[in-house]
Every structure is written in C-alpha cells, then in structure tokens.
C-alpha cells in the first residue's frame, strides 16, 4: 500500500516520490502531496503518514537534491521556479488537477509558492514551521559548515531545532544521521538561495484556505515573520505550539496530524 517510484523532470533529474493509500478501497480519495524540509526526504513523514494515509492518498516527494532524487550538477540552472515546476510535472504525472498540499519549513517555500503561481492546482495548505522565505541570517550557517562541518554544526546547535527536555534523544540522534546524508555542497546551494528569497509581499494573493501551524519560539529567522501570515494571507488559520523551537515537525508530529485533520474537517467536511 506504500508506492515507491522516480520520474524524470523536464530538465533530466531524477525524482523520487511515495504514495502512501490506506483509504477504504471503495472510495475516491483526496490526494495531499507532502513537501519535506531543507536537509530532510520524505522518510521525516514517517510519524505523519499512518494519520493521514488513512484518509487522504498521500504523495511524498523528495526534493531535488534531497532523499533518493538526484543532485543537481553545480552549474545547473537552480530556482524556486524549478522546485515548483518538479511539483507541478509530478502531479501532472499521477493525473492530478488539483491537490491539498502541505509542507514543512523549505517544503512550505515550495508549496506557497505554487499556490501562487498555479492557484487552482492547490485546494489548501498546511505549512509548518514554514516562513515567506529563509531569514538571511542562516548565511552565518554556511559560514560554520564550511569550518566545522555539516555534522558538528547542527550537534553544536541542535538546541535551535529540538527541544531536549522533551525529544527523544533517539530521535535527535536520527535526525543528525539523516542530515549527515546530504551532498554538502548542493545543500549549501539549497540554503543560500533561499536566504536571497522573500515572497512576504505576494501573501495577499494565496487564494486557497490556509493553514500555519508555528514554533512560538521559532529559531530559524524572526518569530514575528508569522505574524505577517495571519495578516496577510487572506483565509488562514494560525496554530502556535508555544515555546517550541524550529522542528515541530519532528517533535510533535501527532499534534500536526491532528491540527491538519482537524482543519480539514473544519473547511472541507473530511475526514468525517
């Protein structure tokens, strides 16, 4: 009932994506696509699909770069517009028209972004620790992992993501590992593009209902920045988990489910 699979973009990269489908066989389900964060893959999902697969056909993709896609030569040609076209030409590969999608942190770039730039390909949103861009200050971070490491870097500084007191250090443990899988020097591309980004002006024209689940003690960039989503974005619900740093994602993924479900129910009638 897991789907595994690759498809080739328009421009010769490799991406790799996962449908997850524990719906009743007897119904047509609404699809959500899941957009992971920056030097993450679809495996973070792990603790979020057996929620939502249950109710929506799930399709995981992992970023260009990231996971099981390929990583892009270092003169390739590399911008937001690409991230969302690999979007775009994966759904146009599984015949969807239109999608709930939801993103963590950089998959929450992606998934704004395509609702601004293809409004009626997406029925909602869900963004999770996910601002209108990466806060130049993460330029410091390539700085320091270029000195120290990929690896020592985020050991250093893992208190700006998890919360100690209360994460599994298991889970602490499997998070550097992952990390550690990254192609540096892609992965540095990845980040310091991003940082250049800044779509907070265009937050009006997110037309679709809009849900931001945030950290209240955000550490990647200015807490404040969620204040300009509640203000701007038209029809949008904000859900704070108060005093948390970045990874919400991974730290409390049942409580994301459930607000995710919950909106849901909310505005669309499902799941029931």
């Given amino acids: 009932m897991t789907e595994r699979a690759h498809f080739t973009t328009s421009d010769g990269e490799r991406i790799a994506y996962y449908i997850d489908d524990f719906t009743d066989p007897w119904r047509k389900p609404p699809v ?3 957009l992971h964060s920056a030097m993450g893959n679809s495996q973070r999902f792990y603790s979020w699909a057996p929620g939502l697969a249950r109710h929506f056909r799930l399709v995981r993709m992992d970023l260009r770069g990231h996971g099981a896609s390929s990583v892009p030569a270092a003169d390739k040609p590399f ?8 979007v775009t030409e994966l759904m146009t590969l599984l015949g969807l028209d239109v999608a709930h999608v939801t993103g963590n942190s950089a998959g929450g770039y992606v998934a704004q972004n395509l609702a601004l730039q293809y409004p009626e390909k997406v029925r909602s949103l869900a963004l999770v620790g996910s601002t209108p861009g990466l806060s130049p200050s993460a330029r410091g971070w390539l700085t320091r992992i270029a000195e120290e490491g990929l690896t020592p870097f ?18 602490v443990e499997w998070f550097l590992k992952q990390t550690a899988e990254n192609d540096a020097g892609f992965l ?14 265009e937050l009006h024209r997110i037309a679709c209902p809009t849900l931001v689940i945030f950290p209240g003690g955000e550490t990647v960039g200015e807490a404040n920045v969620y204040d300009l989503m509640r203000d701007r974005i038209p029809d949008v619900r904000m859900a704070e988990y108060e005093h948390m740093p970045h990874n919400i994602a ?13 909106f849901h129910r909310d505005r669309f009638g499902y799941p029931a």
């Avoid at 985020?154 to 889970?171: C, E, Q, V, W």
């Avoid at 540095?188 to 002006?201: E, V």
């Fill in 32 to 34: 959500m696509l899941l």
């Fill in 79 to 86: 911008d937001m517009a690409r991230l969302v076209a690999d």
């Fill in 154 to 171: 985020l050991t250093k500084t893992i208190a700006m993501r998890f919360d100690l007191a209360t994460s599994d250090p298991g889970l």
């Fill in 188 to 201: 540095a591309r990845f980040i310091g593009y991003n940082t250049t980004q800044d779509w907070s002006g």
């Fill in 250 to 262: 991974d730290m409390m993924p049942d409580r994301c489910v459930a607000d995710i479900l919950q």
